[in-house]
């Protein structure tokens, strides 16, 4: 009869600070992770669209140049950019035209100091 008593009010008490701390703290754990991989894949995203929008622009680019039968001078890069009117980097890095290659000053292989081979699969988290 007494071993039944205190069965129940162990159960009546429901959770106790150390329980609720420990819950609170495990969440807070896994809110940061999922925050961080979320935030990884957002860069990672903005860096393959930049990049893709760079390769784009460059074939245009040198297609103009062809047709136009003009040569490559920062002025020429300039007024194509001018005409070409979409947003070629997601967070607004600068893009230049160097030794046949459109380069952004935020995510290009220069900037970043990457080494140039390897095939776009780069380990993140
Ligand atoms: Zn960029």
Do not use: W
């Not at 890069?77 to 001018?82: A, I, T």
Request: with cysteine.
């Amino acid at each position: 009869m007494d071993n039944g008593g205190d069965y129940q009010t162990y159960y009546n008490q429901g959770f106790t600070l150390i329980e609720l701390l420990t819950v609170i703290v495990i969440l807070g754990i896994l809110m940061s992770i999922a925050v961080l991989s979320v935030l990884g894949v957002t860069e990672r995203t903005e860096t393959e669209v930049c990049e893709a929008n760079r390769l784009e622009l460059g074939r245009y680019y040198r297609v103009h140049l062809i047709v136009e039968s003009k040569v490559h001078t920062s002025t020429a890069f300039k007024e194509f950019m001018l005409g070409y009117g979409d947003e070629i980097c997601p967070v607004g890095g600068e893009i230049s035209y160097d030794d046949r290659k459109v380069e952004c000053s935020v995510h290009s292989v220069a900037a970043n100091g990457n080494d140039e081979g390897d095939d776009g699969e780069v380990p993140y988290l």
